[in-house]
């Protein structure tokens, strides 16, 4: 690779970046702003600051030429800035959720915030990257970020179960991953992904696939499909219901951005269909019924995000453009429906270890107490399960339709079946804080439903989760945006 003129695109490649870059140093001056002032209330306020600055930064490059900076190793325009918005909508509505969430449960620590800009720097870089080197940064920086966020309730043994747990497997998913990364490079003697891709149309070797399988396997574990889902439900139930929310979205959807790309670009298609297929349809089913008897909510939306893993998969299973863009736009609706969901679920919480051992019948009644966490949790329960007219269906016609089309209609009955099994579960919450009676033996007592209190910042959150679910499952226009990403055009830039 030739340098010489690395300084002279230094400029242009920093501003095609930027968003990046001021999440990046937003992170350092959170970290040092807290060593002098701890606890500071201005922190958060300034991180959410900084990611509205990437947000409007991102917005103007949404219809960018997409392009390539740093000699090829990250994405801009287009698809990249459509995921860094993605994730930084969700980092911002994570932060203004934990803010008063922290603070009641005590651990409102200056750091998470530095945390949450990190993690959010390598899942930018994840779901931008062109190269497989800088998909393991990106993995790796947004991967310790989180291992530290899920243990962060330091004093219970749930949070510190979740965090070790994520750690191990965590540990050895990046293990195959790496040794992935380094039999396709042996293999095709390149590490971007679009000459990856030349190599393999030309001829293949055992080694190639083996490396290919390893890259599954830890981007599997990432966006928690089964059999690589274990961790999930501990990790989710043990860690801050806010960050949970977090966890569960943002990472996700940057994982699955960069598996987008390296089965687009890197992996001939008809090669690797069926097997995405069996996963996605073992994924859809046993989320689903694993589901089904779960008592503990954070529990339950654990393994439901498990099935709404095998429904993104159906789609990029399609391997079309329309497929590879209802994808991404269900990641986006599944961003806003599980973000709302923890949103609703952290200021109904009152055990004192972040929700873990809180059942759904402990929300008898709270309809009727807090009426708008109610309302709001019907929009995201609905949509989550697929009704319309909220963005949960068009979400999930996006992905089916084009499985029909490339022929997978079986893997489509699949899922709408999964989905019909999960609408129970998903209105069993809306029986419980609608139906049930709040004198129920199980049900808070009186005194703590009076304690609980829905900060206006968290109001406007959630509203804003539950009113955009609804726009978006009566507008599509972001479907065909998500669309023109993958036209020749887009897709025939530099590697």
Partial sequence: MDLSTAYDA?????????????????GLIVIVWDAFRERDALIPVFAGLI??????????????????????????????????????????????????????????????????????SGMMLLGAANNLV???????????????????????????????????????STGFFLYGIALLFGSTGSMYLAEIGHAASTS????????????????????????????????????????????????????????????????????????????ATITMVLGNLVALSQRNVKRMLAYSSIAHAGYVLVGIVAGSAEGYAGALYYLLVYTLMN??????????????????????????????????????MGVFMFSLSGFPP???FLGKYAVFAPAIKAGYTWLVVVGVIASMVSAYYYLRVLYVLWMKDSTDPAAMSNDKRVALTVPASSTAVIGFCAVLLLVFGVYPEFLQMAVDFFSPSAVSIAP
């Fill in 10 to 26: 230094l400029g242009a490649d920093l501003q095609a970046t930027l968003s990046l870059w001021l999440i990046v140093l937003g």
């Fill in 51 to 120: 990611l509205v600055g990437a947000i409007v930064w991102d917005l103007f490059q949404l219809t960018a030429e997409p392009a390539t900076a740093f000699y090829g190793l990250i994405r801009t325009g287009g698809f990249a800035a459509f995921v860094n918005l993605l994730l930084e909508v969700s980092a911002l509505c994570t932060i203004v959720l934990s803010v008063p969430y922290l603070k009641r449960i005590g651990k409102d620590y200056a750091e998470v915030y530095g945390l949450v800009l990190f993690a959010v």
């Fill in 390 to 392: 909220f963005g949960g």
């Fill in 134 to 172: 800088t998909i393991f940064v990106g993995l790796e920086t947004m991967s310790i970020c989180l291992y530290i966020m899920a243990g962060l309730v330091r004093e219970d043994e749930g949070g510190i179960e979740s965090a070790l747990k994520y750690f191990l497997l965590g540990a050895f």
């Fill in 339 to 376: 973000i709302g969901a923890f949103g609703v679920l952290a200021l109904m919480e009152w055990d004192n270890e972040s929700g873990r051992t809180q059942s759904l019948d402990s929300l008898a009644g709270m309809g009727y107490t807090r009426p708008f966490i109610g309302v709001a």
């Fill in 204 to 279: 293949t070797s055992a080694m190639y696939w083996s490396g290919v399988g390893l890259l599954l396997v830890g981007f599997l574990f990432k966006v928690s499909a089964v059999p690589f889902h274990m961790w999930t439900p501990d990790v989710y139930q043990g860690a801050p219901t806010t960050l949970t929310g977090f966890m569960s979205t943002a990472s996700k959807a940057a994982a699955f951005a960069s598996l987008i790309l390296v089965l687009f670009y890197a992996v001939p298609y008809e090669k690797w269909t069926l097997a995405v297929a069996v996963i």
